[in-house]
Structures are given as structure tokens and as C-alpha cells.
């Protein structure tokens, strides 16, 4: 498996003190990624490791998963690499490891993989296609389709949504999207707009006045809300 880079953190990517792999390769393209070193395919700074490379180190790595801590597979997109990773989770869970994955949903063998993680984190960047296609490069219909197969499934979910201004900064349009679904097992967690990944572009970054304002996200949290969603704040 690729991974880019790995590292502790605490209670973001899930519950608890999580090792967090970055796996490589992105299908999408966000312009305001923050991890554009991760979106290539192939990159020499990537690492390759084996399942059971892996799995040992995690195993090693056990006494640092405090507080119902464990282990993260974000990106890139960790799905791109989905078949491994399932040998991966399927080890995890029979060792008592919890297991968290970050994605967004856009795989097709997500709908499996998803039944071997404890904690799914399904990034959403717009429920308009046209606009999806502009600002992240592919549409958003594998994406919908899935979450429309968890909302059905009722597994449990987290859904991000990253809010730029200019971009997606529109709370009503996801809500008449998410108002259709049975959306009880779900929470919605808003991540403002930042740039901490600007530099990775190297002069190539678009976004111009991506901020927002703590009222912008303060009216997400409350349409959501008055819509019947849980929102979360890690
Ligand atoms: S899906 Fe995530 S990793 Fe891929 S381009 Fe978008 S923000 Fe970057």
C-alpha cells in the first residue's frame, strides 16, 4: 500500500488518540485541498508498505490508542487502494483494533469496504453536479449514491462538509439534499474554509476569498438543526 505520510492525533479523524495514515492518490481534485501532495497517483516521497507491514506496526502502536483510540485511513483516497485495505480492516477487527476511514464516498468498493470499519467519515463537497464537476473535477453522483445506500442501510456516518465562501457556502442547498434521506444515523460536522495546505500547490492554488465566518458556520449548525440533522464540532 502507498502511504504518504502517518502520524498521531487527537479525537479528529474519530474517537480518542488515532494513528492517521495518509494513503496516495486522489480521484478527486478539490481545489482547496489541503493535501495536494497526496492527489497524484505516484509520488516519490510515498512509501510502499505491505498489508502485513502495516498490521504490525499498528500492533505495535496499540498501547498509544487511548481513549477508545485506534487507527485512521484518510488521504489521497483510501479506497483508491480498497482491496488491501479491507484484508487490512478485516485483521483490525478480528485483533480488537478500531478502525476509522475518512473518504470521500466515491469508490464503488466503499458499499464493502464500509462493513469492516467502525467509524466511517464521508467527506461531502456539493450537492449541486455542475458545481461539483467545477470545483472538484468529477461529478458528485457516486458520492450521493452512496450516501443514499448508508442513509438506507442505516449505518452510522459522519458527513463533513468543508465550506468555502464563493464555492459552497450555501446551507439550504444541502439541506433540501439531505432532507430526502432518513438521515438519523448521521451527524454533520462543518469544517471551515482554511489554507494550511496553500504551499503544497507550488503557485498553482485557485481559491481567492475562501474564508468564512463563524456566522456563516453558525447558520449551517442551525438550518441543519431546524431540520431535524445532529451536527457535531470536533
Ligand atoms: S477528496 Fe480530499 S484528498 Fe482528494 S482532492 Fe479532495 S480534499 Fe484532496
Not at 480492516?89 to 478500531?98: A, M, P, S, Y
Request: proline share 3%; net charge negative.
Amino acid at each position: 500500500m502507498k502511504i504518504l505520510q502517518k502520524g498521531f492525533n487527537y479525537s479528529q479523524d474519530g474517537p480518542g488518540n488515532r494513528l492517521v495514515y495518509h494513503l496516495q492518490g486522489c480521484n478527486f481534485a478539490c481545489k482547496w485541498c489541503s493535501n495536494a501532495d497526496s492527489i497524484p497517483l505516484e509520488n516519490p516521497k510515498a512509501k510502499d508498505y505491505s498489508v502485513e507491514e502495516l498490521f504490525d506496526e499498528i500492533m505495535r502502536s496499540r498501547m498509544m490508542f487511548f481513549d477508545g483510540g485506534g487507527v485512521t485511513f484518510t488521504g489521497g483516497e483510501a479506497c483508491l487502494q480498497g482491496e488491501e485495505l479491507i484484508e487490512l480492516l478485516q485483521k483490525l477487527r478480528e485483533n480488537g483494533i478500531h478502525t476509522a476511514i475518512e473518504t470521500n464516498g466515491s469508490i464503488p468498493v466503499l458499499k464493502k469496504l464500509c462493513r469492516f470499519v467502525d467509524w466511517l467519515i464521508v467527506d461531502f463537497k456539493h450537492y449541486d453536479d455542475t458545481e461539483h464537476k467545477k470545483w472538484v473535477g468529477v461529478s458528485n453522483n457516486n458520492t450521493k449514491a452512496f450516501l443514499s445506500f448508508v442513509f438506507a442501510e442505516k449505518i452510522p456516518v459522519h458527513i463533513r462538509i468543508p465550506v468555502v465562501n464563493g464555492v459552497n457556502d450555501n446551507p439550504q442547498g444541502f439541506v433540501d439534499f439531505f432532507k430526502s434521506y432518513d438521515t438519523y444515523d448521521a451527524d454533520f460536522e462543518f469544517l471551515a474554509y482554511h489554507e494550511f495546505g496553500k504551499d503544497k500547490w507550488k503557485g498553482n492554488y485557485q481559491i481567492e476569498n475562501g474564508f468564512v465566518s463563524p456566522e456563516k458556520i453558525k447558520e449551517f449548525t442551525d438550518l441543519f438543526e431546524k431540520n431535524g440533522m445532529k451536527t457535531v464540532v470536533t
